[in-house]
Structures are given as C-alpha cells and as structure tokens.
C-alpha cells in the first residue's frame, strides 16, 4: 500500500462514521499529514454543518503547519456556496499546497470544478486514489446523482424452503397464540433495524401493511427512522394503520385522487402499470431520496427484479421451515458475502 493510499483509507474509515446521519450530502473523511504524521482529522456528521476539510483543519493545532502539510480527502472538494462555505477556499486560505482526492464528485455543482479550482490556485493535485473504494462508500449519492434514482435495495426474510411467509393456516394457529410468524432471530431483527437507520426510505406495498401493520422504525436500534414509502393503489390502508401516525415522513403512493396531503404524510397518484417501478423510483428522485429498502411482499419486490431496477439484495435466511406458503422472490445476482447471525444466515447480494 503506497503512502497516498494508506491515508485515503484512513479518510474513508472516517467518513463511515457519517453513514445514515449526511443525507442528502455524501460521506466525507479528510486527513491532514505534516512529515510523516496526521495532524488533523475530520468527517463530515450531517447537512448543514461543516464539511470532513472543515473539522480536519479546525483539529490542527499548530495551524503554521498547514503550509508544509498534505490535506488527504475520500471526495473531490466542493467549490460552491451551498449550506457551508466551499472547503476549495478553506484550502486555499490555509496555503494547503498539496491536496491528495479518492475520486470525482458527481453533484454538477462540483463535478471537477473543486480541482481546477485548486489547480489554478497553484496546488498540487492528485486524484484516482482508492478510487473503487471511494466510490462505494458513496454508492448511494452517486447512484442518485448518475442514474437519478435512488440505490435500491431489496430485502427479505426466507425459511429453509425458501417461503417468505405460510399460508392461512400456520398464520392462523400463530395468532390464536397470540405470536407474530418470524422467520428470523431477534439479532437479525435487530440488525434490520440498524439497516434501516443507515438508509433514508423504507417501501412496502398494500398488503404487507394489511397483514402486519408495521411501524417500519428503528425502535431496536439509535438512529433516525426512514421515510416511509407505502405502494396503496386503492386506498385501502385506513388511518388506524401505523404507517398513517404521523410520526415519521410518510409518501402514499396511489392511483386514487380522494386524498390530501396531512402532516407528514404525502400523497403522490401516478398509474400502477408495468412501469410502476420506475414510476415509483421518480417520485423518490423527486423528494430527494438517495437510498430506499424494499421491504415488501413478494408482488412488490418482485415488481422491481422483474424491471431489473435494484442494486443490492439482503436476505436473511431463517433457521424454519414453513413446508407451504409464499414463495420467496425470484431473483439472480451477485453473491458478495454470507454473515451468519447465530442460526440465521444474511446473503447480500448486488446487481450484475
């Protein structure tokens, strides 16, 4: 590992401690190395206050050193006003003379302006370090900004015979008993709920919302709850459902035109055809979603694999067995990694 890279991986470690807490702005980590030794560190912790560049320099101590340093940074520089100041002018200001980038910020704003900007200023300017790696840390902003959608990512919980949930019957003794059908173990539930906070939407269909009545919140986890997205072509979801409380920012997405848009809760019509998953991805384009689970049931996900409209795949692969019931999407992708959660077992899967 040459000496530019080794502290783009430390930026990049950095930056993760933004994941969930940035949108709609991208993880950022900076590093700022003075003969051999970091001086300063930063990341950036959310939108609206200061930038990775920003909380590096402001840690420096001995500010003189700034001269004679290295300013290292996972993300190109921005060179606009936005909420902050552009860091180009921080850098410039400071006398910073060399300036080591990950990759290229994709937002037009910046979009290699923040390096000619540099350039002209007299400073030295490397880019394409750990570009791979830059670039997936931020998978989400440049998905949104590349492709004007959010990065999709499916998810669902399966038995050993691939069902997804039992029929009528293995339902019914359950709630005669007065407990939810889980497929899963508490950990993995729990670890869903740690995903869902690094994510900013959350999607579920009609029916799962019918059946379960979730609250699709991170309440077995710290963090911010998602957006939530629920597909309801008919308007059957009454208020009583949790989806409808209030409580966190909810888009209804509905072919009925007998609703209006309440506190957090919005309503968008559009026309549940075969192009429905595009349909869908727009309107989240349109409310500046940069990411979204797919948790709904087998008609929703399937919905969006069968339009090739996903990114990456998470499921989770209980230890039961339901012998019949619904059967778990089908779907084809990259395998990338098996984590096993006690008996449970987590395949996460990318789009080829």
């Keep these: 590992m040459t000496t530019n890279e080794k502290y783009i991986k430390r930026c990049i470690e950095l930056a993760k401690n933004g994941l969930g807490t940035t949108y709609p702005n991208p993880m950022v980590g900076s590093v700022i190395v003075h003969d051999g030794k ?38 190109e520089p921005c060179s606009h006003f936005g909420k902050t100041p552009p860091c180009c002018d921080l850098i410039i200001a400071n006398k910073i003379p060399k300036v080591v980038i990950g990759t290229i910020d994709p937002f037009a704003k910046v979009a290699g302006n923040g390096i000619k900007k540099l350039m002209e200023a007299g400073i030295n300017v490397t ?45 019914q003794a359950f709630n005669n008993n007065k407990r939810p059908v889980w497929i899963t173990n508490p950990f993995s539930r729990q670890l869903v709920h740690k995903i869902r906070s690094q994510e900013q939407a959350i999607l579920v269909g009609t029916q799962t919302v019918l059946d379960d009545n979730p609250k699709l919140d991170v309440r077995d986890w710290t963090g911010n ?111 990338i990694k098996k984590q096993a959660v006690l008996d449970d077992e987590l395949l996460i899967l990318r789009n080829v």
């Design 38 to 75: 970091i001086i300063g560190e930063g990341w950036h912790r959310k939108a609206g206050e200061p930038h990775a560049e920003v909380n590096a320099v402001n840690s420096v101590k001995d500010k003189s050193l700034l001269s004679k340093s290295t300013i290292y940074v996972s993300l």
């Design 127 to 171: 880019v394409g370090i750990l570009e791979d790696e830059c670039n997936e840390l931020n998978k989400r902003f440049f998905t949104f900004h590349q492709k004007k959608r959010p990065y999709i990512i499916l998810k669902w919980a399966e038995t050993t015979d691939l069902f997804i949930a039992p029929d009528e019957d293995y339902r």
């Design 225 to 335: 709850n998602p957006i939530r997205i629920v597909l309801d072509r008919t308007g059957k979801i009454s208020e009583d459902y949790s989806v409808k409380d209030g409580r966190t920012k909810t888009i209804i997405i509905t072919e009925s035109q007998n609703f209006k848009n309440s506190e957090n809760i919005f309503y968008e019509n559009c026309t549940f055809d075969s192009s429905l998953a595009i349909t869908v991805s727009d309107v989240l384009f349109k409310h500046e979603i940069q990411s979204v689970i797919i948790e709904g049931g087998r008609q929703t996900l399937q919905t969006f694999i069968d339009a090739n409209l996903w990114d990456e795949a998470l499921v989770f692969r209980g230890n039961v067995s339901f012998k019949k019931g619904k059967s778990a999407p089908n779907l084809s992708g990259n395998l």
